[in-house]
């Protein structure tokens, strides 16, 4: 090994001594979450009747029907739907927003813009007849107010036509922390004050098992979220899931595959065994993806760079920044994350215009599964400040070899010294 690998894994081992109390919480939480899981496999029964598949229309498949049950019981919703035919997170966004609003009604993102990927979706940066904007649906953002959610413009925009108000969980590509049940439960309360029958809808990605509680719990009529993310625990192939009220996941499923059919159809092939045993394993997974983020910003903090959220603060979903301010500290960091993953390591991650952003990004994530987030990754958009955002980690040794790596590149480059 050279000088600059020996220093960087003294520095990566000093940092983590500074920071081992701090996993104490995610530890606890995983402990949680993880005798929830298992106790929705018991009373459900599972066997390995249950993880053999469907083709064709996929009648009768008591492991799709019995993953739904397991999954609302998780959430402690209503209802629930688990789908390899939703292709992605915004997926099954799409289907919730398309199923529930209809002509003249109002949706209110109360978490200022959503993510890149839904501005198509809504009619920002798409002409398609088949925008939110362009089917006659109003549309209202609600700026944050010193990055905290502006409750009292929200709750004093509801009027007869809102039907929905959408929260983004996570931070997406921007600089604001994530949100809390805490801090969303008190808007939702003041919310359904003002107008018990509006939906509110948050999209959960990212933020499944990260607390004790999802947001169905405090107040929330209905979640989406991808498989490919938390709930899929590494394993899931593909897909998404929706949770919550009984009467509004009927409805989305009456846009999203046909009336009346939503709920006894769609064929799980030969994948369904990956969604149920990633769903077990997803709290741990989870809680490796947590401890690697912390260590990634101790570690880039000790180096001087700005991260969020902090090496000490709480944290309500998978996702670490790291701000660079400037362009080539951004490649470098994701070159060297895609240099050292188990996947594609020979490649080279390069900035491009990909579907649903309005500027190019490079993504890093030499990945079992293409796109899944809850494996180590990283991206950013290539406009300043030049901030990369790196999520998941199968394993918490994984992310700390890499962590290392991508210092030892900073000190071959002479970008930083020790």
Request: proline fraction near 4%.
């Amino acid at each position: 090994m050279n000088k600059n690998y020996e220093k960087a894994k003294e520095l990566v081992l000093y940092s983590e001594k500074d920071i081992l109390p701090n996993y104490q919480t995610y530890e606890e939480i995983a402990l949680f979450n993880q005798e929830k899981v298992l106790n929705a496999f018991r009373s459900n029964k599972v066997s390995d009747a249950h993880l053999n598949g469907s083709n064709g229309y996929g009648y009768g498949d008591i492991g799709r029907e019995t993953l739904d049950r397991i999954y609302a019981d998780i959430f402690k919703a209503e209802s629930a739907v688990v789908r390899g035919q939703f292709v992605s997170g915004t997926h099954a966004i799409a289907a919730v927003l398309n199923g529930l609003l209809h002509p003249d009604d109002e949706i209110i993102f109360a978490t200022g813009n959503p993510y890149d990927t839904l501005h198509k979706i809504i009619g920002w940066t798409s002409n398609s007849k088949h925008t939110l904007i362009n089917k006659g649906i109003k549309v209202n953002t609600i700026s944050l107010k010193e990055g905290k959610i502006n409750t009292q413009k929200v709750i004093g925009s509801i009027n007869n036509k809102t039907k929905i108000v959408h929260f983004q969980k996570s931070r997406g590509y921007t600089n604001r922390n994530t949100f809390s049940n805490r801090e969303l439960k008190d808007c939702f309360k003041l919310i359904k004050e003002i107008k018990e029958d509006v939906v509110i809808f948050v999209d959960n990605c990212y933020g499944e098992f990260v607390e004790k509680k999802e947001p169905i719990e405090i107040g929330a009529d209905i979640l989406a979220g991808s498989l490919i993310k938390n709930p899929g625990g590494g394993l899931a192939l593909w897909g998404g899931y929706i949770v919550g009220k009984s009467n509004l996941l009927e409805e989305v499923l009456d846009y999203a595959i046909a009336p009346g059919l939503g709920n006894d159809m769609g064929g799980t092939q030969n994948i369904i065994r990956s969604f149920y045993q990633g769903l077990f394993l997803a709290p741990s997974i989870v809680k490796q993806s947590i401890k690697g983020a912390i260590l990634m910003s101790q570690v880039m903090s000790n180096l001087g760079f700005k991260v969020s959220p902090t090496p000490d603060e709480n944290r309500y979903d998978i996702i670490q920044s790291i701000t660079f301010n400037r362009e080539e500290l951004l490649l470098e960091f994701c070159k060297s994350i895609q240099k050292n993953s188990p996947i594609d390591s020979m490649a080279t991650p390069l900035p491009s215009m990909l579907p649903g952003y309005d500027s190019p990004v490079v993504m890093a994530a030499g990945t079992f599964i293409q796109g899944a987030s809850i494996e180590l990754s990283a991206d950013g958009p290539i406009k300043k400040p030049y901030t990369v955002y790196v999520q998941g980690g199968l394993t918490y040794e994984h992310v700390k070899i890499a962590i290392i790596k991508i210092v030892e590149s900073f000190l071959d480059k002479g970008i930083i010294k020790l």
